[in-house]
């Protein structure tokens, strides 16, 4: 018999960054952050897991048609924790069939291209996370399911939850309270839309990963960054409560610019902003000088493509002007590849 599940899990975009770990292991952070999930029709990872007493003996994983390397600590803590979950419930009814001690077979699609740097490791690791606790019928809660995700790459913690969603720092050593909450449901706020303007498909250059490790050893603005965190995420839920675009879109950005300073005050700096990302955050500028007020709001990542955040009712003063603007530059990758994603699930 093969025992199988499957589920879908989307990107989420932060708006307060995650950016610094204090313990690498168990991927806990030095800052608690906060994201947007987006809607899972527009970028999203859908995740089959299966198992079963008959398949060779080595766990496996197959992203986009391509065999995966499972041994990694991550990937290995996320089996390990989910299968002694499972355990357990076969030790407190022994009709329970004995999926832990099977090998998984874990089948994964991307409905974007992995290497555009759009945050696949999130959804990836979340979806993996929830297809297997389906399989093994675990009565987890998403908080406590979001404990396991965080293992396998931190701001998957995020997405095992749509709309608003902060990830808790939390001050344990074993990591027990570091878990993720949401704070609205995209219904809460249905105006909200995020446009991704894909600068550049490569590969990033420094990886999330070493680059804030590297931050943490060497910048002497981090810790300012990060002292600067609680005030901003309390300020940002009230927006988010608030439904207060102008408060939001102000946080975002300076949030956005706080973690890019302390990417170029790593020693050796870290550039993730191209000159197309600049002249993306120049548009906005001026999208927001025309409005007289906040109407359009930049983040990036680890990387140069830009995510827009605006209201519905800003759209053709935004979206509009972006394809006007932008369209003729260098860098920007044109029509087909740039994604508008409404940011609710
Ligand atoms: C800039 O979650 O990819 O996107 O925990 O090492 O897997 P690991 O890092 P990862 O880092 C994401 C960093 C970020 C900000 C964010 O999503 O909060």
């Known amino acids: 018999k093969i025992y199988s ?4 899990a989307p990107v989420n975009i932060a708006v307060i960054k995650y950016w610094g770990k204090r313990d690498p292991k168990l991927n806990l952070p030095t800052n608690s952050s906060l994201s947007v999930t987006l809607s899972q029709a527009d970028l999203r990872t859908h995740t089959t897991a299966t198992c079963s007493a008959f398949f060779p003996a080595q766990d496996s994983l197959l992203l986009n048609g391509q065999l995966q390397d499972v041994s990694g600590a991550r990937t290995q803590a996320c089996f390990r924790e989910l299968r002694s ?3 357990k419930l076969e030790e407190q009814d022994p009709q329970f069939p004995k999926l832990s001690r099977y090998p998984l077979r874990i089948v994964s699609e991307n409905n974007f291209p992995t290497a555009a740097g759009l945050a696949s490791s999130a959804a990836g690791f979340a979806a993996l996370v929830r297809a ?3 399989l ?30 902060a990830w808790e720092m939390g001050q344990e050593a074993s990591g027990t309270d570091s878990t993720a909450v949401q704070v609205a449901p995209a219904e809460h706020w249905p105006e909200m839309q995020a446009l991704i303007l894909v600068v550049s498909a490569a590969k990033k250059g420094v990886s999330s990963t070493a680059g804030m490790q590297a931050t943490v050893a060497t910048s002497s603005l981090f810790p300012a960054r990060v002292a600067s965190v609680p005030q901003r995420m309390e300020d940002m839920i009230t927006a988010i409560k608030e439904q207060n675009f102008e408060s939001f879109g102000r946080l975002t950005m300076k949030d956005s610019n706080s973690f890019h300073a302390t990417c170029l005050d790593t020693e050796p700096p870290i550039f993730y902003l191209n000159d197309v990302s600049r002249a993306a955050i120049r548009v906005v500028e001026d999208i927001n000088k025309k409005a007289g007020k906040i109407v359009a709001a930049y983040t990036f990542d680890a990387g140069p493509n830009a995510v827009i955040y605006f209201e519905e009712k800003s759209t053709d003063a935004v979206a509009g002007v972006f394809k006007e603007r932008l369209g003729h530059l260098e860098g920007w990758t044109g029509k087909g590849e740039s994604i508008r994603a409404s940011a609710t699930e």
């Open 5 to 8: 599940a499957s589920t879908t």
């Open 85 to 87: 979950l499972r355990a």
């Open 132 to 134: 297997i606790a389906d």
């Open 136 to 165: 093994y019928q675990l009565k987890e809660s998403p908080v406590e399911l979001s404990r396991i995700a965080r293992q396998g790459s931190g701001s998957a913690c995020r997405s095992l939850f749509g709309g608003y969603v």
